[in-house]
């Protein structure tokens, strides 16, 4: 079965002829705090008409928040509130697709997506689907879509995953969970305002901020590594360091975590991530656990793997005094590990990319239950 790290970058060229790999990137960008407010200006150009909106898809834990305000609602433009309390779904987005189909005589002129990894995934899939026939699940996969996406935004308010600046968006379906890695995927603008990031809980700030740093772990420490991916990979760590074991000013942290995300996405990018992400999926998918706290508690016990990035994490965990959750797989069955390890052994190019070709002869079924049942 195929699961949704596979996606994140199978590094493997899709025709042939491709030898190295043509990504796009995310061609406009702001940085900097208060830059949310020059949405509307750069928003007013790419406006159809007075009746064409531009459809908002935000994060409702800003429903009441003076962010709620700031949104440059005019015309017909619709602000739509959705829950992240889990993570995108297929089903979701073909049905936010419908209703906005329904709503609207021509297509919208634009979406904007504000919020975490999932608002940005469910805004990046719902571009696309808005103007590709179908259903979401059809286009999980690796370039299949084949016409561009709906002019889409993206604002993120927690730093961390890199979905602000990958290829991809991860979905979970009926049958699987994985991305839809295309050339369409990629926001054609992002804002990176930090200071919308200010309501983040300390526990959710430290899982998708870990997210990035594992990111940079994986991708320094695999076996894809190029000069590419080292350079943002080691300045996204420089600045993860900086923000988990330094004392800086608030602001600053701020500044610097939402590069970092930034910079740890790129660094994936032109490699791939390793065992956190793979054994993570795993745990995702059997118990719906969230991708940031699910690599932490994988991470924690991978000082086989990566002990100089264990050691880190540890003494990052120490200073910020997170306690992650414990007995976590204890009550599983046989039958429920065994749907996990299958999860995580199917996700080949991070197996590679982590241990290199040979990686069967040191990952087995056995050794993957002996990690989780710590976990
Ligand atoms: P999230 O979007 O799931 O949000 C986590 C929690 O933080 C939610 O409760 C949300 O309401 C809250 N939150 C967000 N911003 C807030 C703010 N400013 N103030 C208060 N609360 C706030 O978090 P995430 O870790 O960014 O995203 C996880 C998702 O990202 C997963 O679905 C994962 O699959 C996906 N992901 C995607 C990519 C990609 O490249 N597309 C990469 C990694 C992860
Ligand atoms: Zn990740």
Redesign the pocket.
């Known amino acids: 079965m195929e699961t949704s790290k596979e996606m994140?970058m199978k590094n493997i060229p899709t025709q042939a002829s491709q030898k190295f790999r043509n990504f796009p990137m995310v061609p406009r960008v702001v940085f900097g705090n208060g830059s949310f407010d020059q949405l509307g200006d750069i928003l007013l150009p790419k406006r159809k008409n007075s009746d064409v909106p531009i459809i908002y898809l935000v994060?409702d834990?800003f429903e009441d928040s003076d962010l709620h305000a700031r949104i440059p609602r005019i015309f017909s433009d619709q602000i739509i509130f959705i829950s992240?309390?889990e993570?995108?779904k297929t089903e979701q987005v073909d049905a936010l697709v419908q209703m906005i189909r329904e709503s609207y005589v021509e297509m919208p002129s634009g979406i904007v997506g504000i919020?975490?990894?999932?608002?940005l995934?469910l805004a990046k899939a719902v571009a696309i689907l808005l103007n590709n026939k179908g259903n979401a699940a059809d286009y999980q996969g690796w370039d299949l879509v084949r016409r561009e996406s709906v002019y889409h935004v993206g604002i993120p308010?927690?730093s961390?995953?890199?979905?602000e600046v990958?290829r991809?968006?991860?979905l979970l379906g009926t049958e699987k969970k994985l991305?839809i890695n295309s050339d369409y995927t990629t926001f054609d603008q992002v804002i990176l305002d930090p200071e919308?990031?200010?309501?983040?809980?300390k526990e959710?700030w430290f899982y998708?901020g870990m997210?990035c740093f594992i990111h940079c772990i994986e991708s320094l420490n695999g076996t894809y590594l190029n000069a590419f991916s080292q350079s943002y990979g080691e300045k996204a760590l420089d600045l993860c360091k900086e923000v988990f074991l330094d004392t800086i000013a608030e602001e600053e942290s701020r500044n610097k975590l939402m590069m970092a995300s930034w910079h740890g996405?790129m660094s994936i990018a032109y490699s791939q991530v390793g065992v956190a992400h793979a054994l993570s999926y795993g745990l995702g998918y059997q118990l719906g656990i969230?991708?940031?706290l699910g690599n932490c508690l994988v991470f924690q016990y991978l000082e086989e793997f990566y002990p100089e990035g264990v050691a880190i994490f540890n003494e990052m965990r120490k200073k910020h005094q997170i306690e992650l959750p414990k007995d976590v797989c204890s009550k599983l069955s046989d039958h429920d590990f065994d749907a996990m390890i299958s999860i995580a052994m199917g996700m080949e190019p991070l197996w590679e990319n982590a241990l290199g070709e040979n990686w069967k002869s040191v990952i087995t079924p056995a050794k993957l239950k002996s990690i989780y049942k710590k976990i």
Not at 196 to 201: A, D, I, R, W, Y
């Open positions: 994140e994060d834990v992240a309390d993570e995108p919020g975490g990894g999932t608002l995934d308010t927690i961390g995953t890199g979905a990958s991809t968006t991860v991305g919308l990031t200010k309501g983040v809980p959710q998708t997210d996405g969230k991708h940031g």
